[in-house]
């Protein structure tokens, strides 16, 4: 599915990164903690995340990560929103809380990040 | 930074304390890497290694520093702060144990895999620390794997 099609399922507000609503997600990943993030996320990754500083966008650029998605209204700060710039890594905000929001992608078919 | 045809070095100073900038240089050395042609796979993993030998660094202690070293055989990250040390490496080399502070979980931080992720991605890794004066990492990737 493309990231248009997350943001409508999730009733999401782009931050930042417009231009590539267009994009192919293939899998996905939650989590609050970046070393988390580190030790599962793979190339490709959507990062559903409600860690709302610059190091979530610090991670999603280490790992190669497509675009995040900050849970339960959350917005990046100005360095983070920034660095997602200047990484072309799109950013956006749903209302949804973790738990739900990561429902209705696995529900729609977006399967999550294979275990080895 | 010295480059030569044999290889390149170049060393960066880490802030301690400092969690607005932090992961700034192991993002200046991911760019490094992508310019001089390193394959993706280790640049990934060299990557989440150097971030979080950064983040330690940031999160411990006053300040510390990074040597970037490539020569063609190897990529080779050697770290260095002036921390409090680690009392027992075999127990900090365990997954989930940890001495963070809410202030580091604050940043994502300190769920206790930052060692053993260092270790998982790379092809070496040396651990030696003195508690009071500090912690140093040895973290190498082969660039020449058949």
Same mark, same amino acid.
């Given at each position: $599915?493309?990231?248009?099609?997350?943001?409508?399922?999730?009733? #999401?507000?782009?931050?930042?990164?417009?231009? +590539?609503?267009? =994009?192919?997600?293939?899998? #996905?990943?939650?989590?609050? $903690? $970046?070393?988390?993030?580190?030790?599962?996320?793979?190339?490709?990754?959507?990062?559903?995340?409600?860690?709302?500083?610059?190091?979530?966008?610090?991670?999603?650029?280490?790992?190669?990560?497509?675009?995040?998605? +900050?849970?339960?209204?959350?917005?990046?700060?100005?360095?983070?929103?920034?660095?997602?710039?200047?990484?072309?890594?799109?950013?956006?905000?749903?209302?949804?809380? $973790? +738990?739900? #929001?990561?429902? =209705?992608? +696995?529900?729609?078919?977006?399967?999550?990040?294979?275990?080895? | 930074?010295?480059?030569?045809?044999?290889?390149?070095?170049?060393?960066?100073?880490?802030?301690?304390?400092?969690?607005?900038?932090?992961?700034?240089?192991?993002?200046?050395?991911?760019?490094?890497?992508?310019?001089?042609?390193?394959?993706?796979?280790?640049?990934?993993?060299?990557?989440?290694?150097?971030?979080?030998?950064?983040?330690?660094?940031?999160?411990?202690?006053?300040?510390?520093?990074?040597?970037?070293?490539?020569? @063609?055989?190897?990529?080779?990250?050697?770290?260095?702060?002036?921390? @409090?040390?680690?009392?027992?490496?075999?127990?900090?080399?365990?997954?989930?144990?940890?001495?963070?502070?809410?202030?580091?979980?604050?940043?994502?931080?300190?769920?206790?895999?930052?060692? @053993?992720?260092?270790?998982?991605?790379?092809?070496?890794?040396?651990?030696?620390?003195? @508690?009071?004066?500090?912690?140093?990492?040895?973290?190498?990737?082969?660039?020449?794997?058949?």
């Amino acid at each position: $599915m493309t990231l248009k099609d997350i943001k409508e399922f999730l009733d #999401a507000e782009v931050i930042c990164g417009e231009k +590539y609503l267009d =994009i192919e997600i293939k899998f #996905a990943g939650g989590s609050d $903690m $970046m070393s988390d993030v580190l030790a599962f996320g793979q190339p490709g990754l959507l990062l559903l995340t409600g860690l709302s500083n610059s190091q979530s966008v610090r991670t999603a650029d280490i790992i190669e990560a497509k675009a995040i998605i +900050y849970v339960r209204g959350k917005k990046p700060d100005d360095i983070g929103i920034a660095l997602a710039k200047e990484k072309d890594i799109p950013l956006l905000s749903t209302q949804h809380m $973790m +738990y739900t #929001a990561c429902g =209705i992608l +696995y529900n729609k078919g977006l399967p999550g990040v294979s275990k080895n | 930074m010295v480059s030569s045809d044999l290889g390149l070095s170049e060393r960066f100073e880490i802030s301690g304390g400092d969690f607005s900038k932090a992961g700034t240089i192991s993002t200046k050395i991911k760019e490094i890497l992508q310019e001089i042609g390193i394959e993706s796979s280790i640049i990934r993993r060299a990557a989440i290694a150097s971030y979080e030998a950064e983040m330690n660094v940031v999160m411990y202690a006053n300040s510390g520093s990074v040597i970037l070293n490539i020569t @063609p055989e190897k990529l080779h990250l050697q770290l260095e702060d002036n921390g @409090p040390g680690i009392e027992d490496i075999e127990k900090a080399m365990q997954e989930g144990f940890s001495t963070a502070t809410d202030k580091m979980r604050e940043m994502g931080f300190g769920a206790g895999m930052g060692l @053993p992720n260092i270790k998982r991605n790379a092809d070496r890794f040396e651990i030696s620390s003195t @508690p009071g004066e500090g912690t140093s990492l040895d973290i190498v990737f082969c660039l020449n794997k058949t």
